[in-house]
């Protein structure tokens, strides 16, 4: 099994499942905060900002423990880079997106934290390229992260079983996808007399019916888009892509510990003359002559 590229600690895996949740409280706002509790003008860009804290303090406390080395980072920034440059290739027509088959496949090589942190360094590098930085980018950054998070807490499987799961989940982590973003703008995008729209006040229940009929009438074919193109990028593209992660992660030893040994000592080389001296004396042994030694101390 390959190891994961970033350590989740336990003081990591605490401040993940919190900005886990408050991304979830984000996404799910006009279900869960009761009218009049923030105006609807404040409430997403407070949860914005704590969420884009939160991410920081993934990222920091992930440095500060040591999870991340040197390599894990160099593998973060190329493939983020990778990602900021295959998304305009998609430009989102028809609902055509090709950065979520490379999150699903790094998330399930190198692990949940790593894929939740890509997520988010993607999404925000290929809106500084695109210029799509606005108040809809904290939600593409973490739905873009839960895409790449689950699919490191997938079952373990291997061969073309393994590549039928990602694919289905990229399939489906398609539909996921766009059922969240809907919920970052469906609150301010429509007329409150329609039908769909958000009316505040109303019951779950009813609030539920009037945002599934929104999903289905306004993205559904959108989202379908995404989520064939997820699943044939994966089937076609998994194999050698996921032979190359796993290579890259085995060469590049993530977490190996590193030990320094002190350098061999130089024996001492023996005198070149004591040396020269014995073999001549050894060679006329040899031949039967007496060494000059012994004949000068017997004449």
């Known amino acids: 099994m390959t190891p994961h590229a970033i350590r989740l600690t336990p003081r990591v895996g605490v401040v993940m499942v919190l900005a886990a949740f408050l991304g979830v ?12 509790t923030f105006g609807s003008s404040y409430a997403p860009p407070l949860i914005f900002g704590v969420l884009l804290v939160l991410v920081l303090c993934v990222v920091l406390s992930e440095i500060a423990e040591g999870g991340i080395d040197s ?4 593998m973060l920034g ?14 989102g027509t028809a609902g055509i997106e090709t950065v979520f088959f490379v999150l699903v496949l790094a998330g399930r090589v190198y692990g949940p934290g790593f894929g939740f942190t ?3 360094t993607s999404l925000f590098a290929s809106a500084l390229i695109t210029g799509g930085v606005g108040p809809w980018m904290p939600y593409q950054m973490f739905g873009c992260a839960f895409v790449g998070m689950l699919a490191g807490f997938l079952p373990r499987a291997s061969g073309r079983r393994e590549v039928l799961m990602l694919a289905v989940y990229g399939s489906l982590s398609g539909y996921l996808f766009g059922f969240l973003l809907n919920l970052s703008f469906w609150p301010f995008s429509l007329d409150p007399n329609s039908s769909i729209a958000y009316l505040p006040g109303l019951p779950f229940t009813q609030q539920w019916h009037r945002y599934i009929a929104f999903d ?3 993205s559904l074919g959108w989202d379908t888009g995404r989520a064939v193109t997820n699943f044939v990028c994966v089937l076609l593209a998994g194999p050698a892509v996921l032979t190359t992660f796993r290579r890259a992660a085995r060469r590049a030893r993530f977490r190996a510990p590193v030990r320094f040994a002190a350098p061999d000592r130089p024996r001492p080389a023996r005198p070149a003359n004591r040396a020269h ?16 030694g012994l004949t000068e101390d017997n004449g």
Do not use: H, Q, Y
Not at 25 to 36: D, Y
């Open 25 to 36: 409280v984000a996404f799910f706002w006009p279900f869960v905060v009761a009218p009049g």
């Open 71 to 74: 390599k894990a980072l160099a």
């Open 78 to 91: 190329v493939l983020s880079a990778v990602n900021a440059a295959l998304r305009p290739l998609g430009a």
């Open 118 to 120: 890509l997520g988010c």
């Open 216 to 218: 289905l009438a306004t």
């Open 277 to 292: 001296r014995t073999l001549e004396g050894t060679d006329e042994i040899m031949r039967g002559t007496p060494a000059r």
